[in-house]
């Protein structure tokens, strides 16, 4: 598995090199200046904007610009907001905590929703609770985030009134107080894409135990004399898990990608509504390193669910 995992790098290296000329080309010959705002200022002078521009490296030509970009990524820094006018990676740090909290509680919320809900639909299939988790489970990944989060809001926040319909770290308490108030603030998006990702898993895991439980060695176990919920758990589940855990792996980096609408419905200030706002703004570096670390976070899991596979299956071997 070493000599897979480093030929494995060895490729990702050339193929985020290419992604990342993709996107530093298809960013630059994008329509907008980040400086258009001074350019209908008469308070700003012209040499002053001119200045602005030499100094950013705004009028070199395209691959010099990208060189100089890749060096400094290189280093370790992801550039200047032109906007903000502080560094790129100070914004990502203050932005990164929120997304996570919310991306990670979602994602364990919608496991503990699909397996165990999955392993009950599979084991009693065609049942009256097969057909209601199928039911919901298709409609829970048919309606997409945006839809359901207004919904949430529609009905939480403007009729019931229980939650805040935006999120909010700006809150005056401290201890248990501040948890809580955190909490109800985020429940609703993290609920959002809870159930978004839990209807997805819950399809996976109910046909990978559908599989698994019609297996021979399933009804050797049962033959053996094994409980009902000792084949159940300890031979089918453990055995339906194996796709499912690659499946996981290759979703984690869409569940940044699709919390940027959930964050933008819910004002979350986390990478998503940050992203948004430098497309609006025409930052470029800003929206440069975002997409790039999206770009970064679909190689490494891609990797990850490969290495996941192998190591769950004895039957893959990667020599």
Excluded at 75 to 98: A, C, E, K
């Amino acid at each position: 598995m070493t000599k897979y995992l480093i030929r494995r790098l060895i490729i990702a290296v050339p193929t985020l090199l290419g992604i990342s000329v993709v996107i530093f080309v298809i960013l630059s010959l994008a329509p907008g200046d980040p400086f258009s705002e001074l350019a209908l200022n008469p308070n700003v002078p012209v040499e002053v904007r001119e200045n602005l521009r030499r100094q950013l490296g705004m009028d070199d030509p395209i691959h010099v610009r990208y060189v100089k970009w890749l060096t400094s990524l290189l280093q370790g820094n992801l550039g200047y907001s032109f906007v903000s006018r502080v560094d790129v990676t100070q914004l990502i740090w203050q932005r990164l905590p929120t997304t996570l909290f919310v991306m990670g509680s979602a994602y364990v919320i919608a496991l503990l929703i699909a397996v165990p809900v999955g392993v009950i639909s599979a084991v009693r299939q065609y049942s009256w609770l097969d057909n209601l988790a199928t039911t919901l489970a298709f409609i829970g990944f048919s309606l997409p985030t945006f839809f359901t989060g207004l919904i949430f809001i529609l009905v939480f926040s403007i009729y019931l009134r229980w939650l805040p319909m935006v999120f909010t770290t700006n809150i005056q308490a401290t201890g248990p107080a501040w948890f809580l108030e955190i909490l109800r603030h985020a429940i609703m998006p993290i609920m959002v894409l809870a159930l978004f990702e839990g209807a997805v898993l819950t399809r996976y895991v109910r046909a990978s135990m559908l599989d698994v439980i019609r297996m021979d060695y399933i009804n050797v176990a049962r033959a053996k004399g094994l409980s009902e919920r000792a084949v159940i758990i300890r031979h089918g589940l453990r055995n339906a898990l194996i796709p499912v855990v690659t499946i996981m792996a290759l979703q984690i980096p869409g569940i940044f990608t699709g919390a940027i609408v959930t964050e933008q419905i819910f004002r979350v200030p986390g990478i998503g509504s940050l992203l948004i706002s430098s497309i609006q703004l025409k930052d470029t570096p800003v929206v440069m390193a975002i997409v790039f670390a999206y770009a970064v976070l679909v190689v490494v899991f891609n990797l990850i669910a490969d290495l996941a596979y192998g190591v769950l299956d004895p039957r893959i071997r990667y020599d």
